[in-house]
């Protein structure tokens, strides 16, 4: 698994916060694009739920907590350097 973004996300302005993990995974020969969804959890409580989707094919839902470690270090990593709130410059062409 090759994490390549990590961003921390809400719903609304008092709605449920989430973090995505945009990552490579090998199926065999087949390298994926993935997309893995944390759900944040209260301050102190470890994180649990988990989802995992492959943008390709998302009538596909794989098992998040197969890949539970690997995303849990990955949010945890992005919390601790600032990664998972940094704003992406978006160029809007008129």
Do not use: C
């Not at 090759?2 to 995505?20: D, Q």
């Not at 199926?27 to 944040?40: D, K, N, P, Q, S």
């Not at 492959?54 to 890949?67: H, N, S, V, W």
Request: hydrophobic residues 40%; glycine residues 8%.
């Amino acid at each position: 698994m090759r994490v390549s973004r990590v961003r921390y996300h809400r719903n609304g302005s008092a709605g449920e916060g989430f973090y995505t993990v945009e990552f490579k995974m090998r199926e065999g020969r087949t390298a994926r694009a993935m997309v893995g969804i944390i759900f944040a959890e209260p301050e102190g409580v470890p994180m649990t739920r988990y989802a995992v989707i492959d943008p390709a094919r998302p009538d596909t839902t794989y098992r998040g907590d197969l890949f539970a470690d690997d995303l849990r270090a990955a949010v945890l990593v992005a919390d601790l350097t600032g990664e998972a709130y940094q704003e992406e410059s978006r160029t809007i062409v008129a």
